[in-house]
């Protein structure tokens, strides 16, 4: 589905419509989606090649899990709050802390009869609501591996444990700081398995290392991500949870599939790369042909990009894929090809699972808690799991020398990587403007591309008089600033004595609501960058615009913005120091509040943002 018309314009003949420049950029980012999953592992031609790249690739990854560096392997405070016994297994309600605050509420499935230490499964549970947790849910999996000769630990996740945390932030809550801390709710759970690993080695049943993870939704979007960064995992089953980011844009499943379900992808890396990051070891996964959220598009190419991966390896059949005709669900065949994996890989036994009735338990006995701690930060985690910057004073000007070339490669490599390397023509478009403005200066409305696929509008004045060298001032409306076309009581003061150019960077003027709007911004963060810094890049080629298309000789450039367009400005004027002064109006005191740019909360604030000048 789209947002917004796809006819496009004929450059130069005349101006496109708001409906014409969001279909171009719905179409910009299907093409950089297209490109992540085309050159994704594509230098990859031998088993060295991946050798060599490897380290590199997980180091990428686990920052923008916010993983790097991993959190401190602080106690874990588990404790066992019931137990009882069944036909055939036994059961614990346990509960442990991942980080101090951070509770794991989880079922231990364990068989009656143990001999021995047994291999162990962790079974990751997707979005299933229940005050008990969702593991009640999926309690039918540890009771079925526990009598299959398993320990299985069934863990809740975040969003939908007994202690609640947040998934959603933005994919409806508009929380879009997120984006500048470089947070995913696949971080805090990602480690939260890793200490469910940690956990299931303390137990005297498990053979350490033995370790399969398997999982449905986000459950298995979880286990492909802790199976590509533990080496424990010896086999991964994901379920109804495999993705690539050309799909999910062609598809506009983005709207569908929770934050867990993403990272931040300031390295442009593909879904594909967890699979090249588990081998040699045990892969299999499991898809559903009619899941809106996980399209067949998408994960057939994972399984041609693992393959190839795995036969330079020499583990072809380390690798598998089963599909079935069904939707985003949980499956008979499902389980029956999840087992009969583990079974193969963990025990070297080949028999065909056939699956029995089993006796759910009420959810209330499969509850871990009566109450929910006094310390929980579930449901702020967000807020302190990424290490953020910590401001300094700098007492000399060579130490601030220092950290400002440090920060501009630092922005520059984790913040705006995704800008283009090149700059394309600007194919601009220009008429006319013959209202009341033509009094003061003379006036255009003018449109250009900043990047291909990429179209902005603006209206630009320009004094009457001698030819001089003029000031200039750019003005960068965001969407609140657009009711008319110009903000003249703004700009009035300037029209008779410098250049004016009111830009309307990309986005700011598409005919979408709020959800749509946010499907945007997350596709865009798929992709590796925000809408804002995008918008920070159409603002850097307005600069060129007016020297280098417009052929103006000005004495000076500042830009000025409202609110959060004023911070983007500063970001543009640390870049080119041809931006002599910004103005900002009214702006966020820090990115918590906005603008959102990718990591950045990480790197600085907007105060040292401004000492960037």
Known sequence: SVLCLMTLPLFGQRASTAEERCGM?????????TEITRDNLADIRSASDWHRRRPEVRKRLLYMLGLDPMPARTPLNARVTKRFERD????ENIVFESL??????ANLYLPSQLEGRLPAVLYLCGHSPDPAGAKTVYQRNGIWLARLGYVVLVVDPLEFGEVPGIHHGTHDLGMWFWLSLGYTPVGPEVWNAIRALDYLETRPEVVPGRFAVTGGSGGGSISWYAAAVDERIQVAVPRCATWTAANQAAEDSVKENCDCIYFPNIYQLDFPVLGALIAPRALKALNAIRDPMFPPGGFREVDLQNRRIYDLLGAGDHVAEYEQDVPHMDTPAFRKNAYEWINRWLKDDLTEFQEREV??????????????PANSVNDSIYKSFIRVHSPQPWSSLDGWKKRRAELIAEIKDKVFRAFPRNKVPFAAWKERETGWTDRYAESWNVEFTTEEGVRVTGQLFVPRGPSRAWPALIQVKGAEDIVYPVDYD?????LVNHVVLVLQPRAVDYPVDNFQMATLKRTAAMVGATV???????ILRSVDFLLDEEKLRLSSISVYGRRQMGALGLYAAALDER??????DDPPASHWQGPALLNILRITDLPEAAALM
């Open 579 to 584: 931006i002599t002064r910004v103005i900002l």
């Open 25 to 33: 950029f719905q179409q910009y980012l299907l093409r950089r989606a």
């Open 88 to 91: 055939g297994y036994w059961v």
């Open 100 to 105: 101090p605050g951070l509770y794991v509420t």
């Open 532 to 538: 804002e810094s995008m918008q920070v890049w159409d």
């Open 359 to 372: 006796q759910p338990e009420e959810p209330r006995t499969l509850a871990v808690l009566d109450r929910p």
């Open 490 to 494: 703004f700009i009035l003061p300037a």
